[in-house]
């Protein structure tokens, strides 16, 4: 089946450092993925969607200056969490769907394990 | 607006014992229903679906109903076993196939010990 991969599983950094997380579709072409991130206790929620090759759209209340999505490939997403602070600390996940590699469409979200993102 | 409820967890079950996971949904229209189960180290798996009311999905033992009346899509399984350790999410879409936006609620954690 689809595989999508996630690096790294888990990180800590410094309050003010960046943190890139990558997403990654091992087996199939991903025309457009989505991130999404969950606070404890709280439900997992999208925060952005974008279409390789095109800016990413981000949800109500998402800071794009702050979360810097690049999806420059059909097999590669980064999300960047600029100038982290510890409310930032949260557990991303990301997804994706596109083409299978006979080139027909694929009409679910396939998703990564999930970086979970500390901020000290 | 679109919203998803669901059971708090951890749930920690004896082997054969009966499951059941609440959840609730709040939406415009005629949402699809969603569960989705994340087994340690993987990324969340599609476990079954229903997409119009009454509809049942039903995969590896597990079933849930789309019960629009009481605007419900409860998962169930009759004996679960260990391998069903996991989290479960709900989830909807106003696709069929849930390949855009998907409402979580906050996922369960299911523990079933021998």
């Known amino acids: 089946g689809a595989v999508v991969s996630q690096h790294p599983s888990w990180v800590i950094c410094k309050s003010g450092t960046s943190v890139k997380i990558e997403c990654r579709s091992l087996?199939?072409?991903?025309?457009?993925m989505f991130w999404y991130r969950q606070f404890p206790k709280q439900s997992l929620m999208l925060m952005a969607t974008?279409?390789?090759?095109?800016?990413?759209?981000?949800e109500q209340g998402v800071e794009k200056d702050k979360f810097l999505i690049n999806h420059a490939s059909l097999t590669l997403s980064t999300l960047t969490v600029t100038s982290a602070h510890p409310e930032d600390s949260s557990f991303y996940i990301c997804?994706?769907?596109?083409?299978?590699?006979?080139?027909?469409?694929?009409?679910?979200?396939?998703f990564g394990p999930g970086t979970r993102l500390t901020v000290t | 607006g679109n919203s998803v409820t669901q059971m708090e967890g951890p749930v920690t079950l004896s082997e054969e014992a009966f499951l059941t996971i609440n959840c609730t949904y709040t939406?415009?229209?005629?949402?699809?229903l969603f569960w989705y189960v994340q087994y340690p180290g993987e990324g969340l798996q599609l476990l079954l679906k229903?997409?119009?009311?009454?509809d049942k999905g039903s995969n590896k033992g597990f079933e849930a109903t789309y019960r629009k009346e009481t605007t419900s899509f409860h998962l169930e399984k009759g004996s679960v076993q260990v391998s069903d350790s996991a989290v479960y999410f709900c989830a909807l879409s106003h696709l069929p196939t849930g390949a855009n936006n998907l409402f979580f609620g906050t996922g369960t954690r299911l523990t079933v010990i021998p």
């Open positions: 229903a997409t119009k009311a009454d």
């Open positions: 974008s279409n390789e090759g095109s800016k990413a759209t981000y």
């Open positions: 939406a415009t229209g005629y949402p699809s």
């Open positions: 087996d199939f072409q991903a025309t457009t």
């Open positions: 997804s994706a769907r596109g083409r299978g590699l006979a080139g027909g469409p694929m009409y679910e979200q396939y």
